[in-house]
């Protein structure tokens, strides 16, 4: 049974958004640039379904607290690049907050920005020789970082 399917028979699905992600959207985390996956704003988006931001605090040696923060509901409908971006980073704000309250909970093994900062600079350098050029239209989008 797919995700969306789950979905609409009444089940849970879980995300991880701290995940660098091959095929992502670039955003910005912790400000810095990273990819991450869009699954959880096209899944929900696409059949109305609300995101529960929700963490785990651990509170002492077996010991832990199943933190359940703001229900989120998007628009339904495909989104826009634009859209997507900041609805993703709507998501990641609540993960960044989590960090920086408890950094000691965040398990963090891989190299989270790798692909990121790539992506990012390409882009930089794309949008650069297409100015140069003349061919750019409309105005490059800066992405802010997340508010502290």
Request: charged content about 30%; glycine content about 10%; aromatic content about 6%.
């Amino acid at each position: 049974m797919g995700p969306a399917k789950h979905l609409r028979a009444g089940g849970i699905v879980w995300f991880a958004l701290d995940q660098d992600a091959r095929r992502g959207v670039l955003v910005n985390f912790c400000g810095q640039p990273a990819t991450t996956h869009p699954g959880p704003v096209r899944l929900a988006r696409s059949i109305g379904a609300p995101i529960l931001i929700g963490f785990v605090h651990r509170l002492g040696p077996g010991r832990y607290e199943l933190q359940l923060k703001d229900l989120v509901r998007l628009p339904q409908g495909k989104p826009s690049q634009e859209e997507l971006v900041a609805e993703l980073e709507t998501l990641l704000r609540y993960l960044e907050e989590q960090i920086r309250r408890f950094p000691e909970d965040w398990l963090w093994v891989h190299r989270r920005w790798r692909r990121g900062k790539r992506v990012a600079e390409a882009r930089r350098k794309e949008a650069s020789a297409q100015v140069r050029s003349g061919h750019a239209e409309g105005e490059a989008r800066q992405v802010q970082p997340p508010q502290a």
